[in-house]
Nanobody, 122 residues
């Protein structure tokens, strides 16, 4: 069983910074598509940042150089450093990953964390 747990959210003033952490628990033999998504009240979930296959990194258009996604291959965690936060960045941030489990070729499945609140006060 694979479980993702986010931490690092909270309340910050406009212009401030937060670093989100996604911890990946469980026995995996491969990870891909490490991503962060967010959902603001009344809006659809949107991509914030993703480390795709081949380590290709993509950001949502709204990021504009303010956020950085990174990973740690030793402990399987991945991170989202958010700087210059704005009130429009308020929402529930969730991490997502494709993980391979099992023996031999294994099985790839997609997993979500429970989400964590980020609130940016004006």
């Amino acid at each position: 069983q694979v479980k993702l747990v986010e931490s690092g959210g909270g309340v910050v003033q406009s212009g401030g910074s937060l670093k989100l952490i996604c911890e990946v628990f469980g026995s995996t033999t491969g990870l891909s598509g490490r991503g962060w998504y967010r959902q603001a009240p009344g809006k659809q979930r949107e991509l914030v940042a993703i480390i795709a296959s081949g380590d290709n990194i993509r950001y949502g258009d709204f990021v504009k150089g303010r956020f950085t996604i990174s990973r740690d291959d030793v402990n399987k965690n991945f991170y989202l450093q958010m700087n210059a936060l704005e009130p429009d960045d308020t929402g529930v941030y969730s991490c997502n990953v494709d993980a391979r489990t099992g023996k031999g070729w294994g099985t790839w499945s997609n997993y979500w964390g429970q989400g964590i609140q980020v609130t940016v006060a004006a």
